[in-house]
């Protein structure tokens, strides 16, 4: 990278002592860095972005491009802050202009996330969810300038496939959507006084109080090219289903939820509009909830500490508690297993000796068509 820009200079260097002038200097550059090259291309991610004639406010705009366009990336500059691409489009013309950095996602990146996004490929989702703002899908858990992958416009829906607590830092921005090279910065963790008052009454911590959490998400293609990725919880506001969403308290928030009716749990086939379809319908669910309370073991936390099933009785047009289980500690992944009205749910538990189970709950219909529960040992039935 040195090197080429070594050579860059050199070549403007030349150009300039050839003919003097700032167009002849502009066009220097524009023949050498064609000539250099990064042999890379990229993706466009935003809807629609402009090739421009340079990256000067007064540039021409010369090429309108859409989300999903392939671009091969000439060169890269940053100015005032920002990062540009030199790019060649594949248009019949070939136009070769300027765009920022931030409308296109290079093939690195892109597979970077695609592996990503293969590492959790047969995992169900454990949540659905959309943003409250623009925000960076990043490559980790983790606010740093080289690890952006897109940004994600406001609005847009994904799939939860798990999450991670992360001490907060109370001087974190609430968006998380800062530029790539313009990094918003932060003093790092301060002293909480209210946390270290409730610390010497004897309150218990708070989980809003002492973390911030980030989510590990699946988005559509439609959504972003980037398949996979981490988003900052600040924004992010979870799509509970609409017939159980009133069931939630205050005290206890719902944060995972699987379908126990109405389709195949192994069905891989299954289209996301038809899952949208059948989930739009009232059901039987099973959810896993959390307090706001630390629980911490060995220095992590549970997912969840509550599990309920909330059955729906189509012919009464309610729903009813089949199971709700005492305190637990347990981990994701939440997995249905099954078909019809014979499934199966498993999660992972922390037992009496303060290891980690694999626990599988069956679920059934009794004669009179109410759902039903085997509990797996070591669990109590709950009410």
Known sequence: MKTRKLFLLAAITLATLAAGGCGVVNSAVDN????????????????????????AVVAADLLEVKRGETLEILDEIDFEKVRWYRV???????????????????????????????????????????LRAATNLRLSPEQRDDNILVKLDN????????????????????????????EKQTRGKTKNAEIEAAKEQGEPEKM????DIWYKVRLDRSVSPAPAGWIFGRQVELQMPDDIVFYQHNNRKFVA???????????????????????????????????NVVKAQDGIEP?????????????????????????????????????????????????????????????????????????????????
């Open 32 to 55: 050498v860095t064609g000539l250099v090259g990064l042999n890379e291309t990229g993706t466009v991610i935003a809807k629609v972005a402009q090739i421009r004639s340079s990256y």
């Open 257 to 291: 939820w699987q379908r126990l009716d109405n389709f195949d749990a192994g069905d891989k086939s299954l289209s996301r509009s038809s899952d949208q379809t059948k989930a739009a319908k009232p059901g039987s669910w099973v959810v896993l909830s959390r307090t």
């Open 303 to 383: 997912d969840f500490d509550g599990i309920q099933v909330m059955a729906y009785d189509k012919y009464n047009e309610e729903h009813y508690m089949a199971y709700r289980s005492p305190e637990v500690w347990g981990r994701l992944p939440l997995k249905v297993e099954g078909t019809g009205d014979n499934k199966i749910f498993v999660l992972n538990l922390r037992n009496a000796a303060g290891e980690m189970e694999e626990k599988r709950f069956v679920t059934f219909k009794d004669p009179k068509g109410r759902l039903k529960l085997t509990v797996p040992d070591g669990i109590a039935t709950g009410k």
């Open 88 to 130: 060649r489009a594949l248009d019949s013309y070939k136009t070769e202009g300027w765009i920022e950095a931030q409308n296109i996602i290079t093939n690195a990146l892109l597979e970077k996330s695609k592996k990503l996004a293969e590492e959790d490929r047969d995992s169900q989702p454990q949540a659905t969810a959309q």
């Open 155 to 182: 609005l847009s829906t994904f799939e939860i496939v798990s999450w991670r607590y992360v001490p907060k830092s109370q001087d974190a921005s609430d968006v998380d959507n800062a530029r790539r090279g313009e």
């Open 208 to 211: 809003d109080e002492k973390y």
